[in-house]
């Protein structure tokens, strides 16, 4: 797993690139689902939070969910992180979907305007195929209260309230 050290250090940096056009403008959905996987195997919740909406903030189809590529591991711990971290995704913004939000929205909107309809996020084809842990994994061992999500289907536990932020 990362170390949540050297994670929690580049969180500074990473705010700054982010705020970068020429570095958002080459930033690519993989970088930023591998960027959100480091985040959550170092149980960096800041880091998860940023990255999420990082990937929120970019409403072109190439960074739909759906298009986040199949990272095909071998290790089948780390493919069933991936594939519950993809699905888990999916559902924090079909949850923002849900509450008005919009990809293509500012960070401060009007609530009181009527939201347009949306087209629902969708998960990729790959994440079906990849089956459960045989032994359970703990990521964040502190934590003692988890619900029902992705990582619980494939055996894998940690906390997932830092998907949901807006």
């Known amino acids: 797993m990362a170390d949540p050290e050297r994670v929690s250090c580049q969180v500074r940096d990473l705010m700054y690139l982010h705020s970068m056009p020429l570095w958002r ?14 985040a959550f195997c170092a149980a960096d919740g800041h880091m998860i939070t940023y990255e999420t909406e ?14 986040i590529p199949d990272p095909e591991c071998e290790d089948p711990e780390q493919y069933a992180v991936m594939a519950s971290l993809a699905e888990v995704l999916v559902e924090s913004f ?4 849900e509450l008005g939000l919009r990809r293509s929205d500012s960070p401060i909107m009007n609530h009181y305007k009527k939201p347009p309809p949306y087209v629902p996020e969708i998960c990729p084809s790959w994440t079906a195929k990849v089956p459960p842990l045989k032994t359970k994994l703990v990521i964040h061992p502190e934590e003692d209260v988890y619900f029902d999500s992705p990582f619980h289907r494939r055996n894998i536990y940690m906390a997932t309230g830092w998907f949901y932020t807006v």
């Open 94 to 97: 079909l949850w923002r979907l």
């Open 54 to 67: 990082y990937f929120w903030r970019h409403p072109s189809p190439s960074w739909a969910t759906a298009n």
């Open 25 to 38: 403008a080459r930033d690519t959905p993989q970088r930023a689902f591998y960027r959100l996987y480091k």
